[in-house]
């Protein structure tokens, strides 16, 4: 008895530690989304979000403030220092490992993200798992306009951007590891999620073209077939301005281009599994209408590297089931000829939008988003070999042939 | 002396606690800095070195059956000798035990206790430990016995979780910086590995030779299983580069699980394995430098020398500066030249046991 009594004293004093490191909830402020702007010199201006949960005083509930969010923007030196700015305005500690989405605005992305991103990494409340976005506006203005008139709560709505990629697919989810690892990789280089805002003033001169046009329609959309969106290009309607849609591409530390929807699309087809994609393509036997395809990858793509002659050389094979959504028409395509004319003019398409996705990385942006550096490095035995090899300088040189192979096994809830 | 009874599984807890917490702390992130990729084949190559060390030891150990390590070094050495190896295995686990809890609450400190003094964390495990010591053999085994199962499954678990970022493509060039880099470090590997030589200590403990040579296999293999997966997961999950950069790879690895915003951070699970591993791989550690001290200095109960040695862990655990010194120094001492003492020093009894039974041969 006389032990048990002892070791229940010992195992007290373990709750030492609350005297330090206890943490009052409703003291905490939770950051839900965080954005990165070059301010003057060297500085940044970080702009966050977060939900109200205290200031409606003690005659006001805390359900009274549910879904109100405040946005503070501080210009510091550094992120961290500026978390602890915006500490002077509040209650308690403003939590930063409760963020969703870390915006990074496209200037910061193009000249100091290791200063100002990477060097955060090792400040304890990042998290692994945080979303990032490089935004084509100032990241104030995005994180602005995704809090205003949200159609479901921001917090949610941050939550949900990795989950919805896999039924919109306009981007590709990137986390801050994700990022990190290729930031850092002599093999490979990163996307960050692409995002911006639809101009209000652009919409309402779209609104004025519409209504002269004939059959009402927008007239302006896009043609969807060959060309994709970039943010604030998608013709949507809504309160919320903010759009995702698209890819940053970065090479090493730097961002030096963007990926459309289109594009993103399919680099998600080539290095995701499971995730589907919708396409509309102009009708094979009747150009002027359209039919709509949803294309799922069967698995990752198979990517091999080898060096011949002193060229890399890279065969990619990608096995995609085909699902036709829509026809706008009633051509009888059950024939075996119409069926194969079909199946081959789809596979040609999603052939060669990856081969000008290629084309566009190899020799536009000298980015190696898809990793194949990674398949190369197969062919050396020691990390110094691999470096004396010097692939980055080799990639735009690289040998890369695509091979795509299409099913077409459903047809929607008709028969062909 | 309050002997205890060891069966194989019991042996091999203790030598799993002596060989595997090094993996919560700051050895992955050193051992990839150093060869990259190539963690992994280090382990094995030092499993190799290892359990040939394991078993010369063990037919040392046959040779002079129920006499422990200390007591084998006395009767082929001579007494002196045999002392001053016991009064230095003292001081290295009590040093070990120091810095087992050092580097247990430095890595609390850094990923969830940021305000607390790290004298108090640290010290909240060494009294346990020092508890556990009090309670005596049979409850230090008995706890180990216990945990080892629990953190065994659980850091399967971890890596299991995590298949959803694994990339396989991480694991290469396969051989990282090359042999040489990968034979300098095998090395330090061994030092990680070698706690399981200290089974020899415990050579009274077991029923006979075979049982404790089958503990210090499995326990060897279970260690080296586990560290080979988890230096592979690692790896495959943040890439060379940036593994060698981490204090705990492990803790990261909790924080990047992600399946969707229900399921996802795994930290506070982790948490628990590390306050756990600390605590028993200190109280293990507490306990063999009493016993060694009990041996060496002839007396019938240990619990006297526990207090002397507590406080020279303590010493241990609290002289390092800060997270930088403890890693460059301390564990230095421990993860990169313990093999010499720990391996190195039986290994020289049973050369020169040979040596002696050749001339004796010789001389009939």
């Known amino acids: ?416 | 002396m309050d002997e205890i009874t060891l069966r194989p599984y019991d042996g091999i807890a203790i030598a799993g606690f002596l060989t595997l917490p090094a993996l919560f702390y700051t050895a992955p992130g050193i051992l990839v800095q150093q060869n990259g990729p190539a963690a992994w084949i280090v382990i094995l190559a030092a499993y190799a070195l290892i359990l040939c060390v394991f078993l010369i030891t063990m037919s040392l150990m046959r040779r002079y059956g129920g006499k422990n390590i200390i007591e084998t070094a006395s009767a082929v050495m001579g007494r002196p000798v045999g002392a001053l190896y016991g009064a230095s295995l003292t001081l290295y686990f009590c040093f070990s035990a120091g810095v087992f809890t050092r580097e247990g609450a430095e890595v609390l400190k850094t990923y969830g206790l940021r305000l607390t003094p790290v004298y108090v964390t640290a010290g909240i495990i060494l009294l346990a430990a020092v508890i556990m010591n009090f309670f005596g053999g049979r409850s230090i085994v008995k706890t180990a016995g216990f945990f080892f199962i629990i953190i065994v499954l659980g850091v399967v678990f971890i890596l299991l979780l995590g298949l959803n970022r694994y990339n396989t493509d991480y694991l290469l060039p396969v051989l990282g910086g090359g042999i040489q880099e990968i034979a300098e470090s095998v090395r330090q590997m061994s030092s990680m590995l070698a706690g399981v030589i200290m089974l020899a200590l415990f050579a009274p403990c077991f029923a006979n030779t075979g049982a404790m040579r089958k503990s210090g296999v499995i326990a060897l293999a279970v260690s080296v299983l586990l560290s080979v997966i988890f230096y592979l997961c690692i790896v495959m999950m943040f890439s060379a580069p940036i593994t060698s950069k981490m204090v705990s790879g492990f803790m990261e690895m909790g924080k990047s699980i992600y399946y969707d915003h229900f399921f996802y951070r795994f930290e506070s699970v982790l948490l628990f394995f590390l306050i756990f591993s600390s605590v028993i791989a200190a109280s293990i550690s507490l306990y063999i430098a009493r016993k060694s001290a009990a041996v060496t200095f002839g007396l019938r109960s240990p619990k006297p020398v526990t207090v002397i040695c507590a406080a020279l862990a303590l010493i241990a655990a609290f002289i390092p500066a800060n997270l930088l010194d403890l890693s460059n120094h301390y564990i230095a001492v421990i993860r990169l030249y313990g093999v010499f003492f720990i391996a190195g020093f039986p290994l020289l009894i049973f050369i020169i046991s040979g040596i002696k039974r050749a001339f004796k041969y010789e001389k009939n």
Not at chain 1, 208 to 220: M, N, T
Request: charged fraction near 25%; charge should be negative; include cysteine.
């Open chain 1, 1 to 416: 008895m006389r032990r048990i009594k002892v070791l229940a004293c010992v195992l007290c004093l373990a709750m030492f530690c609350g005297c330090w490191d206890k943490h009052e909830l409703e003291d905490q402020t939770f950051v839900v989304m965080m954005g990165i702007d070059k301010a003057d010199d060297k500085n940044i201006t970080v702009t966050v979000a977060f939900p109200l949960t205290q200031t409606g005083g003690v005659n006001q509930s805390n359900a009274e403030n549910s879904g109100e969010y405040s946005i503070m923007s501080v210009k510091a030196a550094t992120m961290v220092e500026a978390l602890n700015m915006f500490s002077i305005k509040l209650a308690g500690p403003l939590s930063f490992f409760s963020a969703k989405t870390v915006v990074i605005s496209q200037e910061v992305a193009a000249n100091d993200m290791l200063r100002h991103v990477f060097s955060s990494w090792r400040y304890e409340q990042t998290r692994n798992n945080t979303n990032v976005l490089v935004s084509k506006c100032k990241a104030a203005e995005f994180i602005e306009a995704r809090m205003k008139n949200p159609v479901i709560d921001p917090l949610r709505q941050e939550d949900l951007v990795l989950e919805q990629a896999n039924y919109s697919a306009y981007y590709k989810p990137i986390q801050f590891l994700d990022l990190i690892i290729n930031l850092k990789s002599n093999n490979a280089d990163g996307v960050a999620m692409y995002g911006g805002i639809a101009a209000k003033d652009k919409d309402e001169k779209r609104d004025d073209k519409q209504s002269e046009s004939k059959g009402g329609e927008y007239a302006d959309i896009k043609e969807p077939v060959k060309t994709g969106y970039l943010p604030g290009e998608i013709p949507l309607k809504a309160d919320n301005t903010s759009q995702i849609c698209g890819l940053a591409v970065f090479r090493q530390d730097r961002m030096v281009g963007m990926l459309d929807s289109l594009e993103a699309q399919t680099y998600a087809m080539m290095t995701q599994s499971r995730t589907r994609k919708i396409f509309t393509l102009p009708d094979p036997l009747n150009p002027d209408e359209n039919i709509v395809v949803s294309v799922l990858p069967t698995g990752k793509s198979k990517i091999s590297g080898s060096i011949k002659d002193g060229t890399p050389v890279f065969d990619i094979a990608i096995n995609l089931n085909c699902t036709i959504e829509c026809i706008q028409n009633d051509t009888d395509y059950t024939t075996d000829q119409n069926f194969a004319l079909l199946t081959e003019y789809i596979r040609q398409t999603c052939a060669q939008n990856m081969n000008d996705l290629m084309f566009k990385l190899q020799k536009e942006y000298n980015a190696d988003i898809l990793g194949l550096g990674n398949k190369l490095v197969y062919n050396f035995l020691t990390t110094r070999e691999w470096e004396a090899f010097n692939w980055r300088e080799r990639y735009k040189d690289a040998e890369i042939n695509i091979n795509v192979d299409l099913q077409i096994d459903r047809t929607g809830i008709f028969r062909p």
